[in-house]
């Protein structure tokens, strides 16, 4: 029996986690006792306790999961907890994870990543705490974390041998069984029970022409793309790209977007590849791409809700229902209106999806943040909407050749045009954006009786504006300004208004959208989203940002955002 000594330590500041966990820079990691703290007050914050407990472990493999997974083994064994199942060389994806905890009914789990954050000694390493459904834990819970962070006087920890993470296997440390498992084998099996393999595989062996291009981006879903796409799928290793983990990401940003999956996007383009996609870091997010095609993360989900009959999961469960966040363009709601399915509006972060799943009304969701998924999990799935749009594609194929272009025009002049673009002003000064959103608020709210049936220009006509509020159907929880501190990707104080955001809708259908971002961590980002609808199929396939000129000049103009930010053009445009 290894020795159990409780170390005496004192509390650090700022252990607040958020939905995203907690999220600091490697070097505040690695303070004398600082992540210890923080796993020893995890463990107190289980609802269920520690004691007997069954974890999940495993992470993006960024630089300080190692020393981490040890330290976690160590304190684990200390509290008691009866097993740790934990992801080969401490690598799991987060939907990996999220699948694992719920395959093996274990009490929760304990995620090492800070998602798309870059890593490495001088970036950011990150933990987080997800629960027996598989999904994020609620604010109560982070809550409690943190309030036990700010008393802790000691840990636990069993003077233990430092255990050997490659070998597969169960293993005893002390009295705590340490089960380490293949971090890729029960997530293939999970797609290819949701999937049809067999179709996808004909397809892409009958068109050789179709060529696929994965980028792992040198985070997680490297060994989770060779083993699906290469061995899985028959694809040639030519196939994937950057798919060996890397604890610093290559040096690279691990976040599949237009602009830091520039590899990908450059040799789709250079290389003809008919099918590209990326996902970040830890593999939640994703980005679909082709030739001359680049599918918005709203397109994405209304197709492939369009096209669940498709894909046999949806075929045995039946679509439940559909969701998006706010800001996410309503593209979603046009598929859902025709095909009768109930939708909902969620304020901005994953965790919204969660609750309207486990009572059974949602199956497809997505935001434009790059996230979509759906209820096999309880987090966004970046490869899942991978295999997702090459399941759509194969079938499409049956009947006629479909490229990436095809499936959107088909679903263009079945449902009309929701063009979308969001533009992001980073790292402006804060007073400045508060100002800017405060008197948006007053537009919407005090001075609204001037604002509604107002002509702004170009031939926009305010129909509606609020403040955006939620009310949680499932639980009556309400999220609006102010009610309740939420924060995702980054651990310290926000006030609600991050998730939420001002949004005015015109007579045409079109909107936009204001809010500050939850995730910065200089200054204030503000987050800018236009959305136009169009019915007119000569229309379909003119450029996004020249089809949104017009509304992006009324966007400005609203919100004198020049003015009070002193920012002429955007740092970056999704
Ligand atoms: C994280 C969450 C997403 C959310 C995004 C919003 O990535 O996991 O669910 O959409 O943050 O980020 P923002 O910077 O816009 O607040
Ligand atoms: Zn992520």
Known sequence: MASIQSIPTKPFEGQRPGTSGLRKRVKVFQQEHYTQNFIQATLDAIPTGAKGATLVIGGDGRYFSPEAVQMIIRIAAGNEVAKLIIGQHTILSTPAASHLIRIRKATGGILLTASHNPGGPDNDFGIKYNMSNGGPAPESVTEKIYEITQKLTSYKEAQLPAVDLSAIGTQKAGNLEVEIVDSVADYVVLLKDIFDFNLI???LHKTPSFTVLFDG????????????????LGLPQKSVMNCKPSPDFGGGHPDPNLT????????????????GAASDGDGDRNMIIGKGAFVTPSDSVAIIAAQADSIPY?????????ARSMPTSTALDLVAKKKGYEHFEVPTGWKFFGNLMDAGRLSICGEE???TGSDHIREKDGVWAVVAWLNIIAAANQ??????????????NEYGRNFFSRYDYEEVESEGANKMVDRLRALVSTDRAQLIGKDLGNGF????GDDFEYTDPIDG???????SWQSWDCSFLMDGSSVLGVRIIFEDGSRLIIRLSGTGSQGATVRLYVEKYESNPAKYQDKTQEALRPLIEVALKLSQLTEFTGRKEPTVIT
Do not use: C, W
């Open 260 to 275: 830091y999956a520039h590899d990908l996007v450059e040799r789709v383009e250079k290389e003809n590849i008919s099918f």
């Open 399 to 412: 009947t006629k050749p479909s490229s990436i272009n095809d499936i959107l025009l088909t679903h263009y």
């Open 477 to 483: 929880s309400v999220s609006k300004k102010q009610a």
């Open 314 to 322: 949806f075929r045995r469960t039946g679509v439940k229902g559909l």
């Open 201 to 203: 595989k004909s397809f």
């Open 461 to 464: 006509v305010v129909k509606d």
């Open 217 to 232: 981006m040198h985070g997680v879903t490297g060994p989770y793309g060779q083993r699906i796409f290469v061995e899985e």
């Open 369 to 371: 943040s790059f996230g």
